[in-house]
Nanobody, 130 residues
Framework: QVRLVESGGGLVQAGGSLRLSCAAS????????MAWFRQAPGKEREFVAATGRSIFSSVFSTDYSDSVKGRFTISRDNAKNTVYLQMNDLKPEDTAVYYCAARSRLVRSSYAASHDYAYWGQGTQVTVSS
């Protein structure tokens, strides 16, 4: 059965950096769009970043929410079945539980459509102090 396991969360001061990792198992990793979402207390889950490729392309693309663009970088290592989220210049409003998610590359909706992701990790807490 498919498993997504996140790691790398923690407590960091504003302006600091963290790198999250998500290791996937039991799926053909390169055929999946991988994404990061986050959920802060009392708020809806929101899209952070994604990397994937269409069925027509061999090139992986990336997408980011406006709130993290220029500060966060998503990357993937298909040989290690792992996706990363490098988070720089962290702000207190980045505090949330961060979730890794996966969906087939055959799905053509927006990367931000959380309901189209079939697999989710358990989440990792990121806390940014001011």
């Amino acid at each position: 059965q498919v498993r997504l396991v996140e790691s790398g969360g923690g407590l960091v001061q504003a302006g600091g950096s963290l790198r999250l990792s998500c290791a996937a198992s039991e799926l053909t990793f390169s055929s999946y769009t991988m994404a990061w979402f986050r959920q802060a207390p009392g708020k809806e889950r929101e899209f952070v970043a994604a990397t994937g490729r269409s069925i027509f392309s061999s090139v992986f693309s990336t997408d980011y929410s406006d709130s993290v663009k220029g500060r966060f970088t998503i990357s993937r290592d298909n040989a290690k079945n792992t996706v990363y989220l490098q988070m720089n210049d962290l702000k207190p409003e980045d505090t949330a539980v961060y979730y890794c998610a996966a969906r087939s590359r055959l799905v053509r909706s927006s990367y931000a459509a959380s309901h189209d992701y079939a697999y989710w990790g358990q989440g990792t807490q990121v806390t940014v102090s001011s």
